[in-house]
Each structure stands twice: as structure tokens, then as C-alpha cells.
């Protein structure tokens, strides 16, 4: 499958795996609602095409021709704006997966978080576990709805829908780091919880094996690395952990809280790691 429409292509995550896609060869549309933003993109060889996830009547041309779709685009918004929030992440991705579906596009890669489980299952998270459909904050909520939408469609309608749930993404110079760390001490974030983790290479990497590797409709999968790193040690990496937490935090409540059983993608694709811990990405100078 070699023609292809992304979205989210100017996002911290949807820039780099689409730079990554046209280098190896892919005839890549990028979904965008302005063409400006896509400069960089376009030089390496993306199409630009003209559309919002919120105007259903948009989509159509979009997906046109192509044989899969990469649906990576997000709203998150920090200033309340709930009903923005499940406008574009589930009616727009329901939106676009009917587009898609009238289309005869073969393949849809859906990319969540593994932010929709639950803290408290005690042990990694698996991708068949209940969700945390109760989670409060939008975004959260809206990426579990827009999950549970597609893998209906899945059954309804039969389009190959392969959902996959990132870790923290960082990497390629990218800011995420730095903006999380100083934000720990006021979402009380525990020393001693830890994140699961994933490179800019290994994103790429799974993306690339869901979309080529054939019998995974309707399935869902986790990607993250080996080693979940502690926030501890996370904000000790940039010297900023000395402010970072609340010398009062008490005991860790839910280890496993934020920790991804990964053995579905591996047993099923032969995903491998590129980039298995942050160490080895602080050493090889790719953070």
C-alpha cells in the first residue's frame, strides 16, 4: 500500500513520521485545513489536500484514490474547550473512517494513547482491558469514544481498522520533554510513577509494520519501549527534579499505572524496538 493520507502531518508526531514515510518511497496526501503550515513537507514531495475533520463534506476528496489512511490528527485543548475536543477527535475521526469506507479505502490506522486505561489494573495494561470510560478530561474520553466507534464500524461495515496506542513520544529534538517536566509538581505526578516511553523511529516503525502486515483487522495494539523510565529519573535528566515534586508525595499508590504489556505487537508483527530506553537515546544523541 504505497498511497496514502495522513493527518495531523504538521504535529509534533505527524511531522516526523511523515518526513520518515517519504523517504522511504510513499505517495503521501496530508489532510490539511491550511496549506502553509506544510512548506517543509511539501519540498520532500507530500500532497497537500484541503480539508477539516469537523466538515464531514470535506472528506470525500481526500481520501479519493487512496489505499490507506493514517489518522494521527488530535485537538487538545487546555483552556475547557470540551465540545471542540470531541467535535474534532471523535466526530471527526467517525467522519472520516465513513469517508474512507464509501471510498473502498483498504486500510485505516487509527493512532490513540495509552492514556485511555485505567491506573489501577496492578500489572501492565493490555489491550483488551476496560477502559477508563469515566476519565473526566476530555481528550481521554474523546480517544476512547472515537475507538469504540471505528471498531464498530469494523463489524458493521468491514473496513480494516488497526488501532494503536503510543506511549510518550519524544525524540528528533522533540519539545515534549521539556514541556511535561515542569508541569509534574502541579499535577502532583509521584517521583516514583514511570512512563512508558517511544522514540520518533519506533512510532514510525510500527506504523509502517500495521500498515503493510496483513490479517490484523480490528485489532488493537500497544507500542512503547523496553524500559519505562521514573519521572524521577526523567526530570533529573533535564536538572529539573529538585522542584519537580512534592517532598510530602507519600507512597506510589499504582505502580503499574501508565505501563503498556507491548507483547501483542511484537507476537504479531515482529516489532522490535530501535530505540528500547531514553538512555540509549540520551547516548546516541537522538532525543
Excluded: C, W
Excluded at 234 to 250: I, N, Q, R, T, Y
Amino acid at each position: 500500500m504505497k498511497k496514502v493520507l495522513i493527518t495531523g502531518a504538521t504535529g509534533k508526531v505527524g511531522s516526523r513520521f511523515v518526513s520518515r514515510i517519504l523517504a522511504k518511497g510513499y505517495d503521501v496526501s496530508i489532510l490539511l485545513r491550511d496549506a502553509t503550515k506544510a512548506s517543509a513537507l511539501v519540498e520532500l514531495g507530500a500532497r497537500v489536500v484541503i480539508g477539516d475533520l469537523t466538515h464531514a463534506e470535506t472528506l470525500p476528496p481526500a481520501v479519493k484514490d487512496v489505499e490507506a489512511v493514517i489518522h494521527m490528527a488530535a485537538y487538545f485543548s487546555t483552556s475547557g474547550d470540551n465540545e471542540g475536543v470531541m467535535m474534532a477527535n471523535h466526530t471527526g475521526t467517525v467522519a472520516l473512517a465513513n469517508a474512507s469506507i464509501a471510498a473502498g479505502v483498504k486500510r485505516f490506522i487509527y493512532v490513540s494513547t495509552g492514556k485511555v486505561y485505567r491506573p489501577d489494573y496492578q500489572r501492565p495494561a493490555k489491550e483488551d482491558d476496560l477502559l477508563n470510560i469515566h476519565d473526566p478530561r476530555a481528550y481521554f474520553a474523546s480517544k476512547i469514544a472515537a475507538e469504540n466507534e471505528l471498531l464498530s464500524l469494523h463489524k458493521s461495515n468491514g473496513l480494516d481498522i488497526r488501532i494503536i496506542r503510543l506511549g510518550f513520544v519524544y525524540g528528533d529534538r522533540d519539545p515534549h520533554i521539556k514541556e511535561i517536566v515542569p508541569r509534574l509538581k502541579r499535577s502532583k505526578g509521584h517521583s516514583g510513577a514511570r512512563m512508558h516511553m517511544i522514540h520518533h523511529l519506533d512510532v514510525a516503525q510500527a506504523l509502517i509494520l500495521l500498515l503493510h502486515t496483513d490479517g490484523l483487522n480490528g485489532e488493537v495494539f500497544n507500542v512503547a519501549d523496553d524500559a519505562p523510565i521514573s519521572l524521577y529519573e526523567l526530570a533529573d535528566s533535564v536538572g529539573l527534579a529538585a522542584d519537580a515534586f512534592d517532598p510530602d508525595e507519600g507512597p506510589l499508590i499504582n505502580p503499574f499505572d501508565g505501563i503498556m504489556d507491548t507483547s501483542k505487537l511484537r507476537n504479531r508483527t515482529g516489532f522490535r524496538p530501535i530505540v528500547p530506553s531514553y538512555y540509549v537515546a540520551r547516548d546516541l544523541d537522538i532525543l
